[in-house]
């Protein structure tokens, strides 16, 4: 054999002896004594029927559950709302726990891991016996974990880390209230700040107090953002008087958000509190002692809402279609604008197509459609407590199809804005420069 080739050879075989060196030093000191033997062996002799309590420790956090008439029960709260198929889990998953290695003659637990557990499950069946399960570890070749059980000195692996089927929240082990669904709502609500109503009528959302016209998709957001929450985290399950005050969430200090139906039932309603350090909100249903979180961003635009963030921003919005006839006053005298009846819209639009086949001529635009689409594009820039002050630049009467009237007023405000009221108490900034195109088409009509 040539001499490099038996250099390869020899560091193979060196190699080969390294390894298994590394092997044997990485098994607990006290593996040369144990006796192993492979298999299936059930670390609990029952099954989860027969379970009659459940305990865990997960780091600081020690858990207790017994059955009482068949129901799970939080020890020592009764009250606490367990769910029910969680723990049903549970106990299927600790009942069933089977090894696949068992190891005899260990003298030193320690080098297991078992001497301080990562983790600690006891079962108890009817009869009052206890099987308590530590779990050490992860094997050399981590292709498994040490496992202590009571009443035996024998240590077993399992293959997986079964402390992560136990690794649960609060909001996990109880069940939480059920949210209600709501599909129809006609008013919505938040205490102190909004009392939207639908009016069937005109299909609109206005201020149930003062009848002020809101902007339907910012009332509808406001709603769909209500609808839509659901509980992040559940605090407690029985919160006392005491702590329903520090959280903001007594009767006199909570924030309602709800929604009505149109009998005026109430279809969903939240309680909303103050924010913890993370600034999530406390939050419970009415009538309620079981305490939750929401996320800060799903209830933030709830509680800014109210009249300055669900205002209407356009002082007409009605479809030139659903016009009857609306009579502009200003300066220059009035013109009067009434849309064609369906009959006459008809003949315009065969006299009008008569006439293009004949010599080509376009069909003339509407005036008055076109004055009411510039007076229908006014957009308010600011909602403020004020009054007009001497006699309107621009007033239009408006009677729609159904034969509703109202009237808008533009006043003099600024050079940049106009005024126009919309209650007793508040009105609206427009620009100028959009109420003169108004009244400069008025003037050439």
Known sequence: MKRSMKMAVLLVVLAAFAGGYVAVTRLPASSTTVTEEEGQ???????????????WTDGGTAWRFEKRDGEWQKAGEPDFPVNQTVLGTLADKAASLTATRALSD?????????????????????????????????TPFEDGYYVGASGTETIYTVKEDFSGSFDLTVSELAQMEEIPQVERYARVTVSGAVDAAYDAQTDTWVDAATGEPLDTEAVESLATDIKALSWSALVTANAT?????SWQLDDRTATSAALYDEEENLALCFMLGGTNEDG?????????????LFMAEDVGDILAASADTLWRKQPVTLAYEALSQAVFTFDGGSVTVAPPQAGEAVKAAESEESAEEADGAEATEDPGESLWTALTALTGTARIEAQPDGEALLSVAITDMDGAHRQVGFYAYDVDSYLVPVTDSHAMLVPADS???VIRMLRQM
């Open 280 to 292: 999530d909100v406390y939050a419970r249903l009415p009538d309620s002692r079981m305490v939750y």
């Open 106 to 138: 260990v003298t030193s637990p320690a080098d297991y891991g078992l001497a301080e557990p990562v983790f600690t499950l006891t079962l108890t069946d009817a009869d009052g016996v206890q099987t308590t399960l530590t779990l050490g570890d992860a």
């Open 241 to 245: 008087d005491e702590e329903l005050a």
């Open 435 to 437: 109420v003169d195109k």
């Open 41 to 55: 062996f059930a670390l609990y002799e029952g099954d989860a029927d027969s379970l009659a309590a459940l305990e």
